[in-house]
């Protein structure tokens, strides 16, 4: 398997290393591992894609699972189950029918009814393969089956295959521990949803995949027969016919055109003798054996070994033309004339004039040709040159929606890279013509899924009739096959090209950077592709989805406060409009009482809670169902779903689309004067229940609707990119009902709920940051507000010590309108079971510290992670810093290495904001592995980064 593996990935030009464990070369990008070597995973960072392959044998992934999740690594385990190929294991019940077949004896199977799977080498490489190239591997188990078959199937297919006798079948049901301690229909679900993380299924059938497996274990019995000694001179053997040992002892001797000595000395008497002497030693037991059984002297002398000997070949016969001289007619005597030199001396003056003459042509004539090559040459290697700018004209052409005259193009590209190939298709320049070539075919890719956004686009806003589910089922296909090219270009550009200059080496960077970002993008993509027909109702049915229009000047737990909403609409694939609407006269339709939770009581002074204030609950998919509560109560109405924007959405979506015209305001917003025209009619426009003042924001979204259905080409990708963009930095939350739908938010993460993460064992321990921000000052504070965070993390023996630092600083120039005090009601999110020590807060970031405890500090679990709440206002122009300060136990003292993992997720609508991290270590242990990258101060790592989306961090130590 692992020469299958290494012969694919050098195919697509990928440098292969192998068997050197002590040494692992920084700029590896994949590590295989076949054996299970953990002493290995130690040296290999988080940007190092591990891979562990085990075939039929299960019982150790359990303990790889736990000792891989301890450590900080970018891991996936490829099992595959009944795999089959030349050189496998003769053990299992499989490999063990392939041998029985080759060596015509009764095979040995499992019941003929009973059904289970059996896997193509090849295929098995195309599942490793993909689980580096494919998002979503990491840190999983994929089980892998080839196509579902019968112990009848198989023994008519190796029946068939090795041409066998006998074809009795005993019946041997399989032991149960091939199963991983699970039942069969356990371990077919792994396999399924292996395959639906994998988007592939195996390929070939067992029909096509044993014949050459029989052709190898028919090659190895033979072989091993062979082997064996033989007993000459025996007067007891089998039955052979002339016929037979003619064929199997027939000689062919290929003439070949090489100098007559050469033939002479090849078939001269006493050598040919002697080689026919040594072939007379193995061929004399049967000639006798023939002898004795047939009694017919001719069937013996038909195999003389003279019968094999080849007659000289003639001289081969050299015409030399004769070279004519001229008799001197000058001055020279008759006897001169007449009397000719000798022929030998004749000859050797002819020789030397014809090599005078041939040495000065083959001077010019090579000359000639190395000016052919040298000119040659430089016209290749300015296409070589050339071809990074006609890349980037093709992708322009794709940009503006030119894409007759950019397949030409790539056409065009894809020729020349060939042809380049054929001459300089070895080593670096080889492998960089090879890059170039798998961006030229990604290019292709573009286009096709350019067009076929357009068609979707053209259907879903207009008018055209296409095949909804056919189009997205192709557009599927081709995202699958841009991710695995793209995961192997960066595979190939992860080599070292100190080699080029400066200045392409640059260009070479450029193009890594971009890669890497297009992957994640089209990896985002693909995320959403399979909840698609639901969210667009292509069964038939309508669809509607609550869109929240959040201001996060007056920060909220999902975002910011709810001044309007929109209900989206679509129906068998169609968009059927964009209702805006504004929240206070929802609310003026509720009727009866309902009880706000007792923070908006208490702070916010609401005595009903309204669904205005709904989105309450820091985890969005909670929040969502008391929203969907409150708007079918209010309004009768029920919806899909719930997507919560803001501001910042809005600001990046003007960002690709440009000015618009909102005519209901009468302005021109653009990305830059967004907020400033929100905080303008916040300000004028406010008064209780006023439409207007809702309804900004409301406006601007309706005319970007517009703005979006007419997007085509680049405009459109960039759109998509945008939107991607903003549901990873939590600026856009989605909520479906649909149990699937849910599912594939929830685990690309953009459902805005609590993250659950956790570590398995005693090595490693999960730490957990989520500060939860809600404005209960009735104004828009949050636009005049600065945030900054600290965090000092102590990691000893026994304890784990956080200490969290928040400084705020309201800019506002007075308390008018939509200035004002900040009235923060704080949330912050830690793992369960960490013990709170104190939080306070003191004026300009030092002074006298001021305890926050007793009824104005909430301490409650939520789910699995302690929630810790209290309220502080920041005073117009003032700077607050808060500090809070709690513990986790842990255990070190019995460890060799730990892990310390942290996930700080981000609250949407949090603006920009900065955070700093130091982290020390126990005394006496080493750091491993740091993720992201740290600088070192006084013995401590620190981490400078900035909360623009969720954070992953995570140090190795070792004693």
């Known amino acids: 398997m692992a020469d299958k593996l290494e012969e694919q990935l050098k195919e697509r030009g990928i440098k292969v290393v192998r068997g050197d464990y002590e040494n692992i070369p920084e700029n590896v990008a994949y590590f295989f591992d076949f054996e299970g070597r953990e002493e290995v995973w130690e040296r290999l960072n988080n940007n190092q894609r591990l891979v562990l392959v085990e075939v039929d044998s299960f019982e150790k992934i359990e303990e790889w699972e736990k000792k891989l999740n301890s450590r900080n690594l970018n891991w996936r385990i490829v099992a595959g189950v009944n795999v089959y190929g030349e050189g496998m294991s003769e053990e299992g019940f499989l490999?063990?029918?392939?041998?029985?077949?080759?060596?015509?004896?009764?095979?040995v199977l499992p019941g003929l009814d009973q059904i289970y799977r059996v896997l193509a080498v090849d295929d098995m490489v195309e599942a490793i393969l993909r689980s580096c190239f494919f998002s979503g591997t990491s840190g999983k188990t994929l089980f892998v089956g080839g196509g579902e078959i019968n112990s009848k199937i198989v023994a008519e297919v190796l029946v068939e295959e090795a041409k066998m006798t006998k074809t009795q079948v005993i019946q041997d049901p399989p032991r149960a521990d091939t199963l991983w301690r699970a039942s069969q229909e356990e371990l077919e679900k792994k396999i399924i949803k292996s395959q639906e993380l994998l988007r592939w299924g195996p390929e070939i059938t067992f029909t096509e995949g044993a014949k050459a497996v029989i052709q190898y274990f028919v090659a190895k019995v033979d072989q091993e027969n062979r082997k064996k000694p033989t007993i000459k001179n025996s007067k007891i053997g089998p039955q052979i016919t002339r016929e037979m040992v003619e064929k199997r002892y027939a000689v062919e001797v290929e003439e070949e055109e090489i100098g007559d000595e050469t033939l002479e000395r090849k078939f001269a008497g006493e050598e040919s003798?002697?080689?026919?002497?040594?072939?007379?030693?193995?061929?004399?037991?049967?000639?006798?054996?023939?002898?004795?059984?047939?009694?017919?002297?001719?069937?013996?002398?038909?195999?003389?070994?003279?019968?094999?000997?080849?007659?000289?070949?003639?001289?081969?016969?050299?015409?030399?033309?004769?070279?004519?001289?001229?008799?001197?007619?000058?001055?020279?005597?008759?006897?001169?004339?007449?009397?000719?030199?000798?022929?030998?001396?004749?000859?050797?003056?002819?020789?030397?004039?014809?090599?005078?003459n041939k040495g000065s042509f083959w001077k010019w004539g090579l000359f000639g040709v190395g000016w052919i090559f040298l000119v040659l040459f430089l016209v290749n290697f300015i296409k070589i040159v050339t071809i990074p700018k006609k890349i980037m004209g093709t992708e322009s052409l794709i940009e503006k929606g030119k894409y007759e005259e950019a397949k030409k193009e790539i056409e065009l590209l894809s020729k020349n890279n060939q042809k380049l190939l054929e001459i300089f298709g070895g080593g670096k320049v080889g492998t960089l013509l090879r890059a170039e070539g798998e961006v030229v075919s990604l290019l292709g890719l573009s286009v096709e899924l350019a067009q076929s956004g357009e068609k979707i686009s053209s259907s879903m806003f207009g008018e055209k009739e296409i095949?909804?589910?056919?189009?997205?089922?192709?557009?599927?296909?081709?995202?699958?096959?841009?991710?695995?090219?793209?995961?192997?270009?960066?595979?190939?550009?992860?080599?070292?090209?100190?080699?080029?200059?400066?200045?392409?080496?640059?260009?070479?960077?450029?193009?890594?950077?971009?890669?890497?970002?297009?992957r994640e993008n089209v990896e985002r993509i693909r995320k959403i592709l399979p909840i698609l027909p639901e969210i667009l109702g292509l069964d038939g049915k309508r669809r509607e989805y609550m869109v929240l229009l959040q201001n996060e000047n007056e920060i909220r737990a999902s975002g910011?406060?709810?001044?309007?909403?929109?209900?989206?609409?679509?129906?068998?694939?169609?968009?059927?409009?964009?209702?805006?609407?504004?929240?206070?006269?929802?609310?003026?339709?509720?009727?009866?009482?309902?009880?706000?939770?007792?923070?908006?009581?208490?702070?916010?002074?609401?005595?009903?809670?309204?669904?205005?204030?709904?989105?309450?609950?820091?985890?969005?998919?909670?929040?969502?169902?008391?929203?969907?509560?409150?708007?079918?109560?209010?309004?009768?109405?029920?919806?899909?779903?719930?997507?919560?924007?803001?501001?910042?959405?809005?600001?990046?979506?003007?960002?690709?689309?440009?000015?618009?015209?909102?005519?209901?305001?009468?302005?021109?917003?653009?990305?830059?004067n967004l907020y400033e025209q929100a905080e303008y009619y916040s300000e004028t426009k406010f008064f209780a229940g006023s439409v207007q003042k809702a309804s900004f924001l409301g406006g601007v979204s309706k005319q970007l609707m517009e703005e979006i259905k007419l997007a085509k080409g680049a405009e459109g990708q960039k759109l998509l990119t945008a939107v991607m963009d903003l549901m990873d930095r939590n600026e856009v939350q989605v909520v479906l009902n649909e149990k699937m739908a849910s599912e594939v938010l929830a685990e690309a993460g953009w459902d805005g709920a609590i993250y659950e993460g956790k570590c398995n064992g005693e090595k490693c321990v999960a730490d957990y940051l989520y500060i939860v921000e809600s404005n209960l000052g009735v104004n828009k504070?949050?636009?005049?507000?600065?945030?900054?965070?600290?965090?000092?993390?102590?990691?000893?023996?026994?304890?784990?010590?956080?200490?969290?630092?928040?400084?705020?600083?309201?800019?506002?120039?007075?308390?008018?309108?939509p200035g004002g005090d900040y009235k923060n009601y704080i949330r912050i999110y830690v793992p369960v079971g960490t013990g709170v020590q104190e939080v306070n807060w003191s004026e300009n970031g030092g002074g006298e510290r001021k305890v926050i405890s007793g009824e104005e500090l909430k301490l409650s679990r939520v789910g699995n992670k302690e929630e810790i709440g209290f309220l502080v206002i920041v005073p117009v122009g003032k700077k607050i810093g808060v500090e809070v300060k709690y513990v986790e136990n842990i255990n070190l003292t019995t460890l060799q290495s730990f892990s310390y993992l942290n996930y700080i997720q981000r609250q949407s609508g949090f603006g920009d904001t900065g955070i700093v991290t130091l982290i020390s270590i126990p005394e006496n242990w080493r750091i491993n592995a740091v993720e992201p990258a740290a600088s070192v101060v006084g013995g401590k790592l620190l981490f400078n980064q900035k909360l623009d989306k969720d954070i992953k961090m995570g140090v190795e130590i070792s004693r």
């Open 273 to 356: 003798h002697h080689e026919v002497e040594d072939e007379e030693e193995i061929l004399d037991p049967r000639t006798e054996i023939l002898e004795e059984e047939t009694g017919e002297e001719e069937s013996r002398e038909e195999f003389k070994l003279e019968s094999l000997k080849k007659s000289p070949l003639p001289e081969r016969v050299v015409e030399e033309k004769e070279v004519e001289i001229e008799p001197d007619l000058g001055e020279s005597s008759v006897e001169e004339k007449l009397i000719p030199p000798p022929a030998s001396l004749l000859k050797k003056e002819e020789s030397k004039k014809i090599v005078k």
């Open 95 to 107: 490999g063990r029918a392939f041998l029985q077949a080759a060596k015509n004896k009764n095979l």
């Open 560 to 672: 910011g406060f709810i001044g309007s909403y929109a209900i989206l609409s679509f129906e068998g694939g169609r968009w059927l409009g964009f209702e805006v609407k504004d929240v206070y006269e929802a609310d003026g339709q509720l009727k009866g009482h309902v009880e706000p939770p007792s923070e908006i009581k208490k702070y916010l002074g609401e005595a009903g809670w309204f669904m205005r204030d709904a989105n309450w609950q820091a985890s969005f998919p909670s929040a969502a169902r008391d929203i969907q509560w409150f708007l079918e109560k209010e309004t009768g109405r029920k919806v899909d779903g719930v997507i919560g924007l803001n501001l910042a959405s809005v600001k990046a979506i003007l960002g690709v689309t440009g000015e618009i015209y909102v005519t209901d305001f009468k302005e021109k917003v653009n990305e830059n």
């Open 467 to 518: 095949e909804m589910r056919g189009e997205l089922q192709k557009v599927e296909k081709s995202l699958d096959e841009m991710v695995s090219k793209m995961g192997i270009l960066q595979g190939r550009l992860s080599g070292q090209w100190q080699w080029l200059p400066g200045r392409y080496r640059e260009d070479l960077n450029k193009l890594k950077d971009k890669l890497t970002k297009e």
């Open 781 to 817: 504070a949050n636009y005049f507000l600065y945030r900054n965070i600290e965090r000092e993390i102590e990691i000893g023996e026994k304890i784990v010590k956080n200490t969290l630092r928040i400084t705020y600083e309201n800019t506002a120039k007075s308390s008018a309108w």
